[in-house]
């Protein structure tokens, strides 16, 4: 039964891939759900995955795509450097022959990413919340206090440095190096200001912008044929560490209860936000997020009001793209503002 799940985890995966226009890395885990032996140790271990293999749980195939493009990036196997993009991969079985051979022969490699659930910065995703922004700069006309969860390289939480048209509707910072341009359906989110007073984050794996291993890391979660997307992963780290985030190591929960203080803070709204990371949360770590924005809302004013604004995967069977969601005290009230591509591209807003 695990090989199963596994195998069709990997199938999942590549209809995913293929759906986001990245047919390379759709191919290979097509190959992989496939074809996958269990010879050698790579490749015993992913079959007998004890856990959940899908991407809504342990995200394996994202793991062992992360480690092969990191492979082939840094030039140790170099017929498999060869097949990947910007090259150009023979057929099924030329690639299946490059990618097996690769398993069975760079465990040392590939061991540790296997080791953690994949550590993405998809800075596409700042579209989507600089939208939710506006919708409360709309409402309250106040600068920001940011707290991002599960931050990772601090790329989003310094959203407002980026040049943004989101429908008809520019933000951000005009001339910026990041210019983000989803393709837009339904009216253009309003037109206000949008100020950040101060900006704070938590990972429990915090990367630092300014070390070439985190640039590599993230660029290793990138899809391979998905050149833009790399291009503009390198502009944001670019411009993050002229002056980086301030992220703290902590568990999100515990870090939130300590760093959002429950007396109202007049003048300033308070948004608690993140990105395809709340997922990964233990069960009793996200009810005490969600105790603590409770609580801090029960003393939410109009002065002084407190948002949480979610980027996540749902649970519709049918529409499976994740939703932005934004709850607003004083009140508690959630709205469904848009449903989006994973990584930003299209944005399809509801409000």
Aim: some cysteine; glycine content about 8%; overall charge negative.
């Amino acid at each position: 039964m695990s090989a199963a799940r596994v195998r069709q985890a990997f199938l999942d995966q590549a209809a995913i891939c293929g759906k986001a226009g990245a047919s390379f890395t759709g191919r290979l885990c097509q190959l992989v759900g496939e074809r996958l032996t269990d010879r050698g140790e790579i490749c015993r271990r992913v079959l007998a995955w004890p856990g959940v293999p899908a991407h809504q749980g342990d995200a394996l195939p994202l793991r062992l795509m992360g480690g092969l493009h990191a492979l082939a990036r840094s030039g140790r196997d170099e017929a498999l450097s060869a097949v990947y993009p910007p090259g150009t991969a023979p057929d099924d079985d030329g690639l299946w022959t490059v990618v097996s051979r690769a398993l069975e022969e760079q465990v040392a490699f590939l061991q540790h990413w296997l080791d953690g659930p994949p550590q993405t910065n998809e800075v596409g995703r700042s579209a989507a919340l600089m939208a939710g922004l506006l919708v409360l700069a709309d409402r309250f006309g106040l600068p920001f206090a940011l707290y991002e969860l599960g931050a990772s390289a601090g790329l989003n939480t310094v959203l407002d440095r980026y040049a943004f048209r989101l429908g008809e509707t520019e933000a951000g910072a005009a001339g910026s190096p990041v210019r983000l341009e989803p393709a837009w359906t339904g009216r253009s989110p309003p037109d206000a200001p949008v100020s950040v007073l101060r900006r704070a984050a938590v990972d429990r794996n915090p990367l630092d912008v300014r070390d070439p291993a985190t640039r590599e890391r993230l660029s290793a979660y990138v899809w391979a044929d998905q050149r833009a997307r790399l291009a503009r992963l390198e502009a944001a780290l670019d411009l993050a560490a002229v002056d980086p985030a301030p992220i703290a190591q902590a568990d999100a929960a515990d870090w939130l209860e300590a760093a959002l203080d429950p007396a109202p803070e007049p003048g300033v709204c308070r948004v608690v936000m993140h990105t395809i990371a709340y997922q990964y949360f233990p069960a009793e770590g996200q009810a005490r997020i969600r105790a603590q924005m409770a609580r801090v809302g029960e003393r939410a004013t109009q002065d002084a009001p407190l948002a949480w604004l979610s980027f996540e995967a749902t649970s519709d069977e049918v529409d499976r793209r994740p939703a932005l969601d934004l709850t607003i005290w004083p009140g508690g009230e959630t709205r469904r503002l848009a449903i989006c591509q994973p990584h930003g591209a299209e944005i399809d807003w509801k409000a």
